[in-house]
């Protein structure tokens, strides 16, 4: 068992280190959740702007090589594979399908992981920190009062935002949620309703 004066003076170091000064706080919270947050945004941006400009390019492909696989000329031999002659043609037709397969999954990531909307959210709280931040270096309103006073407000306006962005992400991830159960229910609707299934255009 531990000596009662030893966790008697981890107990005061601990109460200690809860004393944070204006430099401390900016440094390690301010500025950790600034990096983190812009880290978040440009993560995002970099996979949306990824697989959308994927996307693009498969899109203007596909047509294309469906295009050409209808060619007379594309239906020369390359090889033959057991006893079925492939051609360019073939070639091309395959690569479409396969192209319309990465569509779908594309734009489903896309949708699935929403970096579009997580993109802005990070980059607006990321903004408006700097903007506390630079306020406060500056002494602008609402912190043009006394250090004390202006430091206190700072952490107060600091956590506001930060923890009204933790409220956001709570309700984007309920949404999420919500729609996802809400698509499998319809889904399983849908494959246990035979009438509807004769309703449905063939």
């Keep these: 068992m531990d000596n009662p004066e030893k966790i008697n003076n981890q107990l005061n170091d601990m109460g200690k ?10 440094k390690e919270r301010l500025e950790g959740q600034m990096k983190w947050f812009s880290n978040k945004s440009r993560e995002c941006q970099t996979k949306y702007k990824s697989l959308r400009n994927i996307e693009f390019w498969i899109s203007a492909s596909v047509p294309v090589a ?10 020369v031999t390359v090889f033959m ?19 319309g397969v990465f569509l779908v999954v594309i734009s489903k ?11 802005k959210e990070y980059r607006a709280t990321a903004e408006m920190l700097v903007q506390e931040r630079f306020c406060f270096y500056t002494r602008v309103s609402p912190y043009n009062i006394s250090d004390s006073e202006a430091f206190s407000l700072l952490v ?20 999420q949620q919500g ?14 309703n035979p009438s ?4 449905e255009p063939l």
């Design 81 to 99: 594979a057991g006893t079925v002659a492939v051609s360019f043609g073939h070639i091309l037709q395959v690569v479409s399908a396969i192209g």
């Design 179 to 192: 729609n996802n159960a809400n698509k499998n229910n319809q889904n399983a609707a849908g494959s246990n």
């Design 109 to 119: 990531q896309i949708e699935l992981h929403e970096y579009l909307r997580y993109w």
């Design 196 to 199: 509807e299934l004769l309703n």
């Design 66 to 75: 469906v295009s050409l696989s209808t060619m007379a000329a594309m239906n």
């Design 156 to 175: 107060q306006r600091t956590e506001t935002i930060l923890s009204d962005e933790k409220q956001r992400w709570r309700q984007m991830t309920n949404e």
């Design 17 to 26: 280190s809860l004393t944070m000064d204006a430099a401390t706080y900016i």
